[in-house]
């Protein structure tokens, strides 16, 4: 298959981008594209190694036709001005030049506050101080700082909100959860409604970006930041409860299918949901009803059965071989050599390592 010329020029952007936000201790998120509207990745701004709570949206071009006479310009459209206007994020747009290895940033959300266009096609001209660098970043750091307490504020929780109900949307639904996590989650209304809306995103991309923000409840070692960087101690405990008793067996199992090829390991998605399944109550029976229901897919009975070993182990062990040993014959047979040699090494060495 060939690969377009375009595609590694647009890579050329991403990356360009992504190394300077990481050079600066910052966080870059690609977003799957899945439409040529939707924006090119999240920014979520560090100061002094810590989380500031302030996340964005970037849109990204690269190449040498966005660059008009001297100036860089990124062309739009109606559809696209309107869909950054109206998104929950603040939203920077950015053109890098790979013949001079360079690149410029606009805020757009302030710049269609103060730009009404309504032509089909306008060009939108970034400013020649905006040089994204690795120190140019400051500035563009410190300027959408300045957005993080009109986005915490009651009306655009709304909008967020609104967006994480639009299930059929995966564009708006990862943003939202972005925006509920950067700029509202030290409110348990926020948590509340993560955790009550979990199994409507069973099979959705959605549920890997649900995990990794709700894993931050009980935490786990190998979390980015520190628990105290992230939530409020009062709220943690709160929602820790929510998570805990809202949790259904549905909601398990929606949990459970953001795991990947990696499995449940350290640094891995896995690892986040055996987290988040643990402190669940009546963790056991929920999982044992997903590992022996034959209308669940193979891959996610095959992981409940690893979770009740990780989750029962070290609490009950008679009790966890012998569970062990009702499910195994029931298993998916594509994982029965795994589960045989998971069951045998319980039994003779009576514990097997989570990680």
């Not at 001209?125 to 009109?150: C, S, W």
């Not at 409840?217 to 628990?227: L, M, Q, S, V």
Request: net charge negative; glycine share 6%; with cysteine.
């Amino acid at each position: 298959m060939n690969r377009l010329e375009s595609t590694g020029t647009a890579s050329q952007g991403v990356h360009h981008v992504a190394k300077i936000v990481s050079a600066n201790n910052s966080v870059f998120q690609l977003i799957a594209q899945e439409n040529d509207i939707g924006n090119d990745a999240y920014i979520e701004f560090v100061l002094n190694q810590r989380s500031t709570g302030c996340c964005i949206a970037a849109q990204i071009k690269s190449g040498e036709s966005y660059r008009r006479n001297g100036s860089f310009a990124i062309p739009s459209d109606l559809a696209h001005r309107q869909y950054w206007r109206n998104h929950i994020l603040p939203v920077a747009g950015i053109v890098y030049d790979p013949v001079t290895d360079t690149a410029r940033w606009i805020d757009l959300t302030d710049y269609l506050k103060r730009h009404n266009e309504t032509t089909e096609h306008h060009s939108i001209v970034l400013p020649e101080e905006n040089i994204l660098d690795l120190e140019g970043f400051t500035q563009m750091r410190q300027h959408f700082l300045a957005y993080k307490d009109t986005y915490s504020n009651d009306s655009h929780f709304v909008e967020a909100l609104k967006g994480l109900a639009k299930i059929n949307d995966s564009d708006r639904t990862f943003s939202a959860i972005r925006s509920l996590f950067a700029f509202h989650r030290n409110r348990i209304e926020t948590w509340f409604y993560i955790i009550s809306c979990l199994r409507h995103f069973h099979g959705s991309p959605v549920i890997r970006s649900l995990v990794i923000a709700l894993c931050h409840i009980p935490g786990h070692p190998d979390i980015f930041w520190g628990k105290g960087n992230i939530i409020e101690e009062e709220t943690r405990k709160e929602a820790l409860q929510l998570l805990r008793r809202l949790t259904t067996r549905d909601d398990v199992l929606a949990i459970i299918g953001a795991i990947d090829e990696n499995g449940i390991d350290r640094g891995q998605i896995g690892q986040c949901v055996h987290s988040i399944v643990d402190v669940v109550d009546d963790n056991v029976s929920k999982l044992t009803s997903i590992a022996g229901d034959v209308s669940v897919d193979d891959d996610s009975r095959y992981w409940a059965f690893i979770l009740i070993i990780f989750v029962m182990q070290s609490v009950d062990l008679p009790k966890t071989i012998e569970l062990t040993e009702q499910l195994r014959h029931n298993m998916p047979s594509e994982h029965s050599v795994e589960v045989a040699m998971l069951c045998e090494t319980l039994r003779i060495h009576g514990y097997i390592s989570c990680y």
